[in-house]
Every structure is written in structure tokens, then in C-alpha cells.
T-cell receptor
């Protein structure tokens, strides 16, 4: 079955530590890849996206992600996290030329301690 | 611009009761989505509208769930009768089109079925 897998459900780390969240998908064909973030009490927001081209994409707030086609992966990274990065992070996939029919992973809750 | 508005923010009902959620998308957005997010899982698409027509409702449990967008603007999602497993956050999102344009999410309605 087609799916999106996120490797960790909960991550706790200290400020200034590096963050890497894993995401794998099992869809064949052309995929579009996304990372969304949900800060406490707020709505889902787009962090970054990959459609084509350079597999290393940069998003808002210092986040970046790398698409590795051979590994069906789209891992999210940030070199140095801040307390304000505490949030839930969702990897998502759409097929073809659609933004909207997002298939989400289960999410990773990230807690950054001061 | 104003964001996607949803109401109510919270709803508690007993099983077998009915409930309705309302969504007002961003002005001018033709495409509207309803997602269901069960605790511990990522959002799952229930239904997609383009203007007032249904594009995809393949994952909508039609025996108890219904949705409409009569004038191509606001939308309502109804559950009748509710089951315990319907407890979730119901997210509405809108976009300017079905193609590669970003989704804007509302804050969601948290439903608890007791």
C-alpha cells in the first residue's frame, strides 16, 4: 500500500542541537514532497516543498530537506534549533501535478528545551 | 489576507448524535478540502471540492458523513450518527486552484465523541 513513514514520533533536544527528521514514502512515479509544521495552537503551515530540480531545498526558518530518489526519502534538517522550533512536523506527498491530495505521515513531535 | 475560518473550535457530543462543522475559505479560493486528523496520525483527506462540485470523495465514509459547498464558497461537513472513532480534529483547507498552488489550513474543529 502507498504510505508515508516518519521515523520518529517524539524527539527531544536542546537548543543549538542539530535536528534531522526522517521521511520515507512508498509511491512510484512522479511525487511532490512537502514538510508542514504545526506550532502549538496554530494551523498547519508549509515549511518547504520539492517538485523538481535541485534535490536540496531550503525552506523558512533555516530548515532544509534533501530528496534522495533512490532511497525514497525526504529528510528534514536544521543545523541549530531554537526553543521556538518546538512543534509537530509532518511529511507529506502528492502525486503528479496536485498540491491538494496530500498524503501525510503520522508526524513527529519535536520538543526543544532551553 | 484573512485565513481559513472554521467553527466551532471544539465540540463534544455523545455517540449516535449528529454534528456539523463549518468552513469559510480564503476569498477567491476555488478549491476546498476537508481533512480528518485522528490523534497520533497525520491528516487524511476526506473530500475535495472545486467550486461547488465534488472532485474526490473516495475516502469519505458516506454512510455517515456528508459535505456540501452549495454556493462555491462556505462548506459544511456533517456526521450523522457519530461514532466513538470519529473523535478527531477536522481540518479545512483551501487553495486558489487544483494545480501546484499552496494549501492554506484552518485551525480545525476538535470533535470528541463520548
Amino acid at each position: 500500500a502507498q504510505s508515508v513513514s516518519q521515523h520518529n514520533h517524539h524527539v527531544i533536544l536542546s537548543e543549538a542541537a542539530s535536528l534531522e527528521l526522517g521521511c520515507n514514502y512508498s509511491y512510484g512515479g512522479t511525487v511532490n514532497l512537502f514538510w508542514y509544521v504545526q506550532y502549538p495552537g496554530q494551523h498547519l503551515q508549509l515549511l518547504l516543498k520539492y517538485f523538481s530540480g535541485d534535490p536540496l531545498v531550503k525552506g523558512i526558518k533555516g530548515f532544509e530537506a534533501e530528496f534522495i530518489k533512490s532511497k525514497f526519502s525526504f529528510n528534514l534538517r536544521k543545523p541549530s534549533v531554537q526553543w521556538s522550533d518546538t512543534a509537530e512536523y509532518f511529511c507529506a506527498v502528492t502525486l503528479g501535478d496536485s498540491w491538494g491530495k496530500l498524503q501525510f505521515g503520522a508526524g513527529t513531535q519535536v520538543v526543544v528545551t532551553p | 489576507e484573512a485565513g481559513v475560518a472554521q467553527s466551532p473550535r471544539y465540540k463534544i457530543i455523545e455517540k449516535r448524535q449528529s454534528v456539523a462543522f463549518w468552513c469559510n475559505p480564503i476569498s477567491g479560493h476555488a478549491t476546498l478540502y476537508w481533512y480528518q486528523q485522528i490523534l497520533g496520525q497525520g491528516p487524511k483527506l476526506l473530500i475535495q471540492f472545486q467550486n461547488n462540485g465534488v472532485v474526490d470523495d473516495s475516502q469519505l465514509p458516506k454512510d455517515r458523513f456528508s459535505a456540501e459547498r452549495l454556493k462555491g464558497v462556505d462548506s459544511t461537513l456533517k456526521i450523522q450518527p457519530a461514532k466513538l472513532e470519529d473523535s478527531a480534529v477536522y481540518l479545512c483547507a483551501s487553495s486558489a486552484g487544483q494545480d501546484l498552488r499552496p494549501l492554506h489550513f484552518g485551525n480545525g474543529t476538535r470533535l470528541t465523541v463520548t
